[in-house]
């Protein structure tokens, strides 16, 4: 079997470490947005992580922005061209510490963008700090005795907090550790998009995702380790979803 | 058609935005500048342009940089404080070879400080808006008439240099009402901005807007060809102003507001027999060196006149080189010298 690369994927060979789920999610993204026709009217807006270089792997045109401010440049994209689909893609340093106020802003104004948000539990580009997302007890470099949550404080939850504002047309978390879960998270991105096609407000995906590298763990061991440890941190599901509100 | 209106500096700031084609504006509340935002919140929907209120003077920038990768005029401003919010994406807006519009109505510092006019952000404004190498033009004019030409020369340079452009200017301009003239406004000729991200249309290779070089030989070489532009910039957009220097004895250096203020102690002292001249430099970056440099071979010594304690002085002084006495006069926190307090900083350096 034949597997054609997304038309919204350039032929550049992504950088990403083995195991990381990265290159899925770009994947998923790109035959979204081929499967919507959209590439050419589409303005992507890559953060500061390990996914800066997005902007060399989407084909559309993509601007690079700010660590944490993706989301205002993706206001700015959207308000000066209201006609095209503009995303942003981040991690969770990026979308859940840095750029907080961003955030649950676009969600605040209903500001018509998608946001890819991969939460891996931890800094991967600097090497594997803390995340604002890290769970309690995680080992990280700067957490070197497990996140203490007396020290520290609680993981952010995004989609529950993006679901309390007005402007959120749809927040849902996924997970692309299994096939099922690859096509329930390809679903969301479209639904995602679609709803941002429509009019409808702040659209966000937050996929789990894994980091082999920072979290010392081979891949498929990373895959276990974010099922049995992510997942119940962090349940998968819509937590936030407007058109099945108006049909009610 | 000539029409003489009376306006505020802050609005007919904004006026001579939105006439010369910025459509999109992005704010944040700050004393002294407020009234060019809620000018701008009021007229912008009534001309198919859009004023948005952001969450902090960082998103404002931010939604300037993606407007401004979209292609469109857009413009900000704010008071000191809030431009040192804005300094994280100003030197990103200048790595990503961006045009935009900033302006900044000084208020008095460092911290919070004041709300009363300073002039205490040159420093900031032409050499550290953001980390990095890298300039943005900064423009400083002196009339209201002077800022609704200034603001269209704003945008045409952005545009044409593909830089951020700064107008600085001071609560006192921003506050002040004088007549002006919106048919006067020369405009330049400006290239296509085929390099904005609008979507490939599925017609081209996709534009990417960065600022990010991770080869060191790739960045050095993007800044040395900035360089060069700043190099053409420096050779043929700096502008000032001179009184009286044919045959100066005393060189008064001023911008802005306190140029005015030195405009009169110069009549003053020039009704007492004084040699007294005025340089006016108009862009503050690029520093306007040619007249300085012409008059430090005749005049026996400069004065630097700031609302700060003595920052653009560094820059007369480089270009003077020792060849004749720069001295400094200033006030700051928000208080302005009169004329007469002036004069006799004058009189005493002429030993009158």
Same mark, same amino acid.
């Given at each position: ?52 270089? /997005? ?5 559309? =045109?993509?601007?690079? +922005?700010?660590? *944490?401010? @993706?989301?205002? !440049?993706?206001? %700015? ?7 095209? /689909? ?5 991690? =969770?340093?990026?979308? +859940?510490?840095? *750029?907080? @106020?961003?955030? !649950?802003?676009? %969600? ?141 | ?352």
């Amino acid at each position: 079997m034949a597997i054609k690369r997304p038309h919204a994927l350039t032929d550049v060979e992504l950088h990403y470490c083995p195991g990381c789920t990265h290159g899925i999610v770009h994947r998923l993204v790109a035959e979204v947005i081929d499967e919507l026709g959209i590439e050419g009217k589409t303005v992507g807006v890559a953060p500061v992580g390990c996914s800066v270089f /997005a902007y060399n792997y989407f084909n559309c =045109d993509m601007i690079e +922005a700010p660590h *944490g401010r @993706a989301p205002a !440049v993706a206001t %700015g994209v959207k308000r000066a061209r209201p006609e095209c /689909a503009v995303f942003t893609y981040q991690g =969770d340093g990026d979308l +859940a510490a840095i *750029g907080t @106020a961003e955030t !649950v802003h676009v %969600g605040a104004r209903g500001e018509n963008i998608t946001i890819i948000f991969i939460n891996n539990a931890i800094y991967g580009m600097t090497g594997g700090q803390m995340a604002p997302t890290t769970i309690a007890n995680q080992v990280t470099t700067t957490t070197p005795y497990g996140r203490s949550l007396q020290v520290n404080g609680n993981p952010v939850k995004v989609c529950e907090m993006l679901a309390t504002l007005d402007g959120t047309a749809y927040a849902e978390r996924v997970s692309v550790d299994c096939v099922k879960n690859v096509m329930a998270a390809k679903k969301a991105i479209k639904k995602a998009f679609t709803m941002q096609l429509e009019g409808k407000g702040l659209s966000i995906v937050e996929v789990l995702s894994t980091c082999p590298t920072n979290w010392g763990l081979a891949p498929n061991a990373a895959m276990q380790w974010l099922r049995d440890n992510l997942m119940p941190v962090f349940p998968l599901g819509v937590y936030k979803d407007v058109s099945k509100e108006e049909s009610k | 058609m000539s029409e003489k209106v009376l306006m505020k500096g802050n609005e007919a700031l904004a006026e001579a935005a939105i006439r010369c084609g910025c459509t999109h504006f992005f704010g944040y509340p700050i004393t002294p500048q407020t009234e060019l935002s809620e000018y701008m919140a009021k007229q912008m929907p009534k001309r198919g342009g859009l004023y948005l209120q952001a969450e902090s003077e960082i998103a404002a920038i931010n939604m300037v940089l993606g407007a401004a990768s979209a292609g469109v005029r857009v413009m900000t401003s704010s008071s000191s404080p809030g431009i040192s919010l804005k300094c994280e994406g100003i030197s990103y807006l200048i790595g990503s070879d961006l045009p935009c519009v900033i302006v900044n109505m000084q208020r008095g510092g460092p911290g919070l400080g004041g709300i009363q006019p300073a002039q205490s952000d040159y420093f900031q404004a032409t050499r550290a808006l953001g980390h990095g190498d890298g300039h943005a033009i900064v423009l400083a004019p002196a009339t209201v008439q002077e800022v609704v030409n200034t603001t269209t020369l704003a945008f045409d340079l952005a545009d044409i240099y593909r830089t951020p452009v700064m107008i600085l200017g001071d609560g006192a301009l921003g506050q002040m009402m004088e007549p002006i003239d919106f048919a006067e406004v020369p405009r330049r000729q400006c290239p296509a901005k085929d390099w904005a991200c609008t979507g490939t249309g599925m017609k081209r290779p996709h534009n990417i807007v960065n600022s990010l070089y991770i080869q060191p030989e790739d960045l050095e070489r993007l800044v040395e060809e900035r360089f060069e532009r700043y190099a053409k910039i420096e050779a043929e957009e700096a502008l000032w102003e001179e009184q009286n220097t044919e045959d100066t004895e005393l060189v008064l250096v001023a911008y802005g507001i306190t140029a005015r203020i030195a405009k009169s102690a110069m009549n003053m002292a020039r009704e007492k027999g004084l040699k007294v001249g005025l340089v006016r430099p108009i862009t503050l970056w690029p520093f306007p060196k040619k007249p300085l440099d012409k008059l430090s071979a005749t005049a026996k010594r400069f004065l630097c006149v700031e609302l700060s304690m003595g920052q653009m002085v560094e820059d007369v002084r480089l270009v003077v080189n020792g060849r004749a006495p720069v001295d400094f006069f200033g006030r700051t926190g928000g208080m302005l010298m009169t004329p007469a307090e002036l004069l006799a900083q004058i009189e005493e350096r002429m030993g009158k």
